[in-house]
């Protein structure tokens, strides 16, 4: 491919709204052009790299056992209400309806098409396990698109679905593919993968994972502990609390703390800090606007999601109060209204002498100790992990917070959708039973952008020698030169007679516009003809990430970028 | 992979709904299953299959030069504004709202994303000529799914689009994609493929070609010469009729013809045949609900295309008649209203003493001479060509009429898209100038289709090996006997390792069943391993097409199966 005629500019800054180094790049660098809000058109060298991670993810998918199936991109809404989720779904399901006034959705997770397809055919226990992918166009009417192909409406999906006839089998299997991924990732040249425990949210089941790129352009926060193998992410990561200090015993007293209404104020009044505070976060329920109130150690957050989880209801932030019911402000554990669910979080056990309110506008308590002063407490951790936190599982105070873009992800569904959706299967004994499915799914568009993200220079992306869109550059300098074009011409003829991938730029450009052109396209190898080299009888070989810099005789060129690609 | 854990049934018999062999068959296999109305999800062989037809497309794309590129599905609506197709195109556009209420579509095709992908940066003419491609989903809301994947409505496509500097460019590079198809087709095993000339239709341009699987399942009709190269679509073939007879001279006069209504009956009570008849066909034109009559020759039919054409309207057959205007049944070019369109197809030109309506209820004319009767006629051509009718460019009675499925299409486009988008390079001079564009589309699943709608017999398809799933079917009849197995396995395991594609069926099933399910994978060849091959030192080699089958030894059933693949 000649780069005269490559569709795709490369420009010198990137548009100010490139709020993320990998989206500045690959618009720099002509691999993306936004096409709507979330939606791109991919020019030659982002195609290119994204068919190569595909093939890496169909090897990998293969060598579990994978059988590659298509599922449609439109789907009758009949089949998303089979598994109940046309309605329990928001508006991030595209819904729309076709000429015959049919009901349709625009798929952005597959599951129900899996189900379907196996339903007929999967009905003898001989079948089983057996595991199915596609990749495939998806649509996800996200709000907030944002970083290039980080988080878009349309992408690029593997997704994979397995049947199993024991829990055991699909945690098996569940194993393997948790492989596969780290084996796909590290193909594609990422290096700061981690998995994660995730909560499963709407996918249903209990365990999954994600995994994670680390890099501060996450929008997902990471709970990892450096000194064992534990890694969750923000919404499933289990926070311990030990307040094993000797709290002096002091009566609960009322004080006067007029117009203070945040924790902050309240340290400066009361002389002391916020770990010593019994701290009131107000929800309310979604579906019958009741309030919960959790109670939590004045330094720490609510987890949101343990807290849903826990209440098995959607909540929201409180935004207003029921001031019949409650003194923002002031709310406190004592004499607090029995009309309000109240949750205790397990970071205020074993913590006494506290300050909490009053449940009276400007007063506030001190020396409560809840084991005494309130009936019946029971603990429940609804609190986020925080950096230097006790670990879980090694119990050090060694939690690290980061911040990670989803890359991939594996759930052990159960039986949601095979059971709702009528999928069985006969066994030995001639019994009907439901299988246990998984789900595993990798982003490919953001992969890429990932990829970018990670291995990247000042001058643009270095991609990794297993997804670069073309192995090696050639540049001719002055390719208007006859003993530069007929030199550059046989080195890219005889590196293709070889099978190598090659990007020639025979531009009547400067050296400096070429190089910094070649710098966007991040190709690894670079070969440099030019009057001066001819001259010296040598070709100039580099590497993308600076590493290699040598002049070679003519002759040893095509060797040595062997020896540089292997 | 073994075919006790693929997913898919075979089947004995289709469901009754099945009109098209192919269809019957790809069910039957286990190939497709029906999501909802043309909408289908592909089982493993098939999804292999499209594999295969891909990359085959995508090499001889990018043989002449082709980059490819992705385009998004689903499309702001502004984009197809901007061409006017968001008005122009009718129900098979989807159309719908995202959750921020703009206006979308689904992409049934991309001349639009393509223009905006090359807007900003194709804008010097050192670009130009190129093409651009992608495969990707699409979706046409299709009101007549049928026939499996011969029509659907969500399809996988090849589009492809290249811009020029001249007409002549765009000419030479139509003739190479014309060529690369040739070989698309011959690659994936068609054998009766011919290109016809066709009516652009709503893709604008003026000259555009599609390549026709010549079959008797075919919607589309075709005109084709076998004297000469001559091919076209009906809707594009010109007619041509000589009327070199000698008719009698004579006045015209009215008949009493009363309650004749139809040709049929006329020929009857007036003893002439029908090509002695002036017909009326009468039409309405859409926007104003206006008359055309179009006078033809009494034993040919409207072209309405053409009619179309010549016209610039839309225009529908009349259902009803103002019988202030014209006397249904009894239409004639002599008296007719003033106040409808007249049309004269070519085929009265030296047509002499002909019947026709006399514009008066129960009252024809014989005797008619246009020439003589009627002031002023000019003739078009608007006939349906006809089997045996003279071809346009041998000039000889050699015309025939065929049945076809259209598998791939070509167009001129010319500058509809790029004028009113916006498109402009800089030439030379430093002018502004408007690129000339092609486009070029196939069908990938429709292809697939006529594959197995082609090759096959009645026990299955009979693949391709450049299409094949697999290469090699391995048949252990009584797997469960440890020679048969090991022996079955030895074989897989050194296909394998030689890179060639083996589905295995190891399943404790019949010959018969296994064969039969054989004949529904459709796989070249299959070697089959038995206990009685084994006491003979054999192993059956045979191909799927019935032509070969022979015993041979053990340590030579690889090089057979090699030469059986090569």
């Not at 959708?417 to 009528?422: K, T």
């Amino acid at each position: 491919m000649k780069v005269s005629v490559l569709l795709g500019e490369r420009y010198k800054n990137a548009p100010a709204d490139c709020i993320v180094e990998s989206q500045a790049l690959m618009v720099r660098g002509g691999y993306i052009k936004q096409v709507g809000s979330g939606i791109y058109s991919l020019f030659t060298p982002a195609q290119r790299i994204m068919n190569k991670i595909e093939n890496i993810i169909r090897e990998e998918m293969d060598a579990i056992d994978g059988q590659e199936v298509l599922f449609p991109v439109v789907m009758p809404a009949s089949l998303w209400r089979e598994s109940g989720r046309f309605d329990s779904i928001g508006s991030e399901l595209l819904r729309f309806k076709d000429r015959g006034n049919n009901d349709m959705v625009l798929g952005m997770t597959h599951e129900e098409a899996a189900v379907q397809l196996a339903r007929d055919t999967a009905q003898t226990y001989t079948k089983y396990p057996f595991m199915i992918y596609q990749i495939q166009t998806k649509f996800r009417d996200e709000p907030r698109a944002r970083g290039g192909l980080i988080r878009v409406r349309e992408f690029t999906m593997k997704d994979a679905y397995s049947f199993h006839r024991t829990q055991e089998d699909l945690e098996e299997y569940y194993e393997r593919c948790y492989k596969a991924y780290e084996r796909i990732f590290a193909r594609c040249g990422l290096k700061n993968v981690v998995a994660v425990k995730s909560d499963s949210g709407m996918m249903g089941g209990k365990v999954s994972h994600e995994f994670m790129l680390l890099t501060d352009i996450g929008e997902d926060t990471l709970v990892i502990c450096d000194d064992c193998d534990y890694r969750s992410n923000m919404e499933a990561a289990d926070s311990i609390t030990v307040n094993d200090e000797k709290y002096p015993v002091e009566e609960l007293s009322e004080i006067y703390t007029p117009n203070i209404k945040t924790i902050d104020q309240l340290c400066g009044k009361v002389g002391r800090k916020a770990k010593y505070f019994c701290k009131a976060v107000v929800y309310r329920v979604n579906e019958d606007d009741s309030h919960v109130v959790v109670f939590i150690r004045g330094d720490l957050e609510v987890n949101e999601t343990k807290l849903r989880n826990y209440l098995g209801k959607e909540i929201h932030p409180a935004v207003d109060i029921d001031e019949d019911l409650l003194t923002a402000g002031f709310i406190g554990p004592v004499g607090i209204s029995k009309d309000v669910k109240v949750v205790y979080d397990a970071s205020l056990k074993g913590a006494h002498n506290l300050v909490c309110g009053a449940n009276k506008a400007d007063y506030h308590y001190t020396g409560l100790d809840l084991e005494r002063d309130v009936e019946g407490v029971e603990y429940v951790s609804v609190a986020k992990a925080v950096s230097g936190g006790v670990c879980p599982v090694c119990g050090r105070r060694s939690l690290k917070i980061k911040k990670g873009v989803e890359i991939g992800n594996i759930f052990q569904l159960g039986t949601k959708y095979s059971e709702v959706m009528g999928l069985r299967y006969t066994d030995e004994n001639g019994e009907q039973q439901t299988p246990i499915m998984g789900c595993y799914g990798i982003g490919v568009g953001r992969l890429c952008a990932c990829i970018c993200q990670e291995s990247r220079d000042n001058y643009g992306p270095i991609w990794p020698k297993s997804v670069a869109p073309w192995q090696v550059e050639v540049c001719a300098l002055r390719a208007d030169e006859p003993a530069v074009k007929e030199c550059a011409e046989k080195l890219v003829k005889d590196l293709e007679a070889m099978g190598v991938q090659v990007l020639y730029d025979d531009r009547p450009v400067s050296a400096g516009f070429m190089f910094s052109d070649a710098d966007l396209f991040g190709i690894p190898v670079r070969a440099i003809v030019s009057p001066k080299n001819i001259d010296g009888g040598v070709i100039e070989i580099a590497t993308r990430d600076k590493s290699v810099k040598v002049n070679v005789p003519m002759e040893e060129a095509i060797a040595k970028i062997k020896e540089l690609l292997s």
